[in-house]
């Protein structure tokens, strides 16, 4: 189908025009099982109750002034943030590449006005920060970089979880350390607790500031609000975005009062960013995900949607190889290639994500029912069987 729309997405010949709680509806009525999420963007599924009020009674108050005047709806989030992790400030963004922007700016003028030259930002291959030219420079893989040259200088990849090649690439030249705590569209690879703790340690060791990427592991998808937390560590920077609109389009970048210093008036804007609207659904995305027995409830959950995944790699091993992840945020690795596995899925209507390193992401929404999940574990059953026998 030719359309007037750019196209750069490979899109599935599927669309939808109802969403309720973990199912979506298409054009010809058809209910499809969304463990997708949006990409982890739909935390609370779709036409949550919660968010519907807020976002109608926001709609019918103010939507938009800019940021020239205080915004009530924007102070108010911003403390339930503050209140909720180790950040001391918030600047609100429409999306994780915004956010990928500020962080960036950010850790290095933190370090222009201590007067010192560094510059170099340390990433992981495999990364994924977003799509503007600064984000793209940042992960620094072919497919990302290809044909958009000359990039943004000044970063440096490694290989994920190469601790070695990590101590011998820091210097007194490295403004920052750019992570996610679990790689999303990397492949669901997930940074052990003692690599985020030894991590954090060097940085502290070497003053190079800390920036966590928890747009997809962010807001409750692993179980604790922020995916960081299992370590028990805190970064300088962190870059929230995703499941924090509950489908409404908001980001977030949360610094310290320290690496935040560099950042005053005119330093940076944004027109849309923090507005009554988005930040009014924010604060009610916040207030129900935070909440210590919705985060008991997706352990719970999650627990039981990975022994049933560990079953499916049992009872497939032709098509499923093993689970990665930590908490909704899964991942199937399969034996197949994982685009004939989504489109499979297609058939027995259920929605999955491909990923790189051969993986199936798995995002349902966190309140997803238990019926639900079940309901989930046999139509992944019936397109691995549909595999096999094709």
């Not at 028990?232 to 977030?252: E, N, R, W």
Request: aromatic letters at 6%.
């Amino acid at each position: 189908m030719i359309t007037s729309v750019l196209p750069t997405y490979n899109r599935a010949p599927l669309a939808f025009v109802k969403g309720e709680g973990s199912w979506l509806i298409a054009e010809d009525g058809g209910r499809y099982l969304d463990l997708g999420s949006g990409i982890a963007v739909n935390a609370l599924g779709h036409a949550h109750p919660a968010l519907v009020e807020t976002i109608t009674a926001q709609a019918q108050k103010l939507w938009h002034v800019s940021n020239v005047y205080r915004i009530p709806e924007q102070e108010a989030l911003a403390d339930l943030l503050v209140e909720k992790t180790f950040a001391d400030t918030v600047f609100f963004t429409n999306s994780g590449t915004e956010a990928a922007e500020l962080a960036i700016k950010m850790a290095r003028k933190y370090w222009y006005d201590k007067g010192e030259p560094r510059s170099e930002i340390i990433a992981f291959e495999g990364a994924f920060h977003g799509r503007s030219t600064g984000a793209i420079a940042a992960a620094g893989s072919e497919k990302m970089v290809k044909g958009f040259g000359p990039l943004m200088p000044g970063f440096r990849q490694l290989p994920f979880g190469d601790h070695d090649a990590l101590r011998a690439a820091i210097s007194d030249k490295t403004a920052a350390v750019i992570i996610e705590p679990i790689q999303g569209e990397g492949g669901i690879r997930t940074l052990p607790d003692a690599c985020l703790k030894g991590l954090r340690d060097l940085c502290d060791e070497t003053g190079a500031l800390l920036i966590f990427d928890e747009v997809q592991c962010g807001m409750g998808r692993t179980g604790k609000l922020f995916a960081h937390e299992w370590a028990g560590v805190s970064p300088d920077i962190m870059m929230v975005a995703k499941g924090i609109g509950g489908g409404f389009p908001l980001g977030a970048v949360l610094a310290s009062e320290k690496a935040a210093s560099g950042m005053v008036a005119g330093t940076h804007g944004s027109t849309y960013g923090g507005n009554p609207l988005g930040c009014a659904v924010g604060a009610t995305v916040m207030r129900i995900v935070s909440d210590d027995a919705f985060l008991a409830e997706v352990n719970r959950k999650a627990a039981l949607f990975r022994q049933g995944l560990e079953g499916l790699v049992a009872t497939h091993p032709a098509v499923f190889k093993a689970v990665r992840g930590q908490g909704l945020m899964l991942g199937l690795e399969c034996v197949l290639p994982n685009a004939d596995v989504v489109k499979a899925g297609y058939d027995q209507q259920i929605l999955t994500v491909a990923a790189s390193d051969n993986v199936l992401r798995l995002l349902p929404a966190l309140t997803i029912s238990d019926a639900d999940l079940a309901e989930a574990l046999r139509r992944l059953d019936a397109t691995a069987t549909r595999l096999e026998t094709a």
